[in-house]
């Protein structure tokens, strides 16, 4: 199969239209590419839903750096609600004020996730899986949480997941 350009559905993230809901409605999610604020180039969230995909100039000061190509029979549509919550997810980030840069830094850290999971687990994302991740937010609910799952689980033997914590620190898996 042949590396080809897909065509994209390019919006400025103040432009992503939502539903009622506040979920982000888009004919193919597939196909989209995201512009922050103050920022010269789209990301292209929609091109996680090949597995196979490679930008058509390997170097960011050429024009083709930011557009990518696929294999197309690499196309798998259960990750159109990655995209899609993904999206919303980075939305919810400039909704709160944060600053391009450190979207565009959670943006990478997600797409070289994929990018791995591409390598080393390929059928990743192809289905849905509930998952819990706390993680540096120090809430009253995280705590809450922590506490209610130590409780839940002090008689079972812990196998596949860990949650250790202090009023300081918490990491979990």
Same mark, same amino acid.
């Given at each position: ?5 897909? $065509?994209?559905?390019? =919006? ?16 193919? %999610?597939?196909? &989209? ?8 180039? /789209?990301?292209?969230?929609?091109? =996680? ?12 000061? /050429?024009?083709?750096?930011? @557009?990518?190509?696929?294999? =197309? $029979? @690499? ?15 980075? /939305? ?12 565009? $830094? ?18 990743? %994302?192809?289905?849905?899986? $509930?998952? @819990?991740? &706390? ?13 209610? &799952? ?24």
């Amino acid at each position: 199969m042949t590396w080809v350009e897909r $065509n994209t559905i390019d =919006l400025p993230i103040d432009q992503l239209p939502f539903s009622h809901e506040n979920n982000i409605e888009i004919f193919d %999610f597939s196909r &989209l590419r995201v512009k922050l604020p103050h920022k010269q180039h /789209y990301h292209d969230f929609g091109v =996680l839903c090949f597995s196979e995909r490679k930008r058509k100039e390997a170097h960011p000061a /050429y024009k083709g750096y930011t @557009t990518w190509q696929v294999k =197309l $029979n @690499t196309f798998h549509k259960e990750r159109k609600i990655v995209v899609q919550r993904f999206a919303e997810f980075i /939305y919810s980030l400039y909704s709160m004020g944060k600053r391009s840069v450190t979207i565009e $830094n959670y943006i990478l850290v997600f797409v070289g996730f994929v990018q791995w999971c591409d390598k080393e687990y390929p059928n990743a %994302f192809l289905k849905e899986k $509930n998952s @819990t991740v &706390l993680s540096s937010v120090f809430s009253e609910s995280t705590f809450a949480t922590i506490k209610l &799952l130590k409780e839940k689980y002090k008689e079972q033997k812990k196998e596949g997941w860990i949650i250790m914590g202090s009023p300081s620190w918490i990491k979990g898996t």
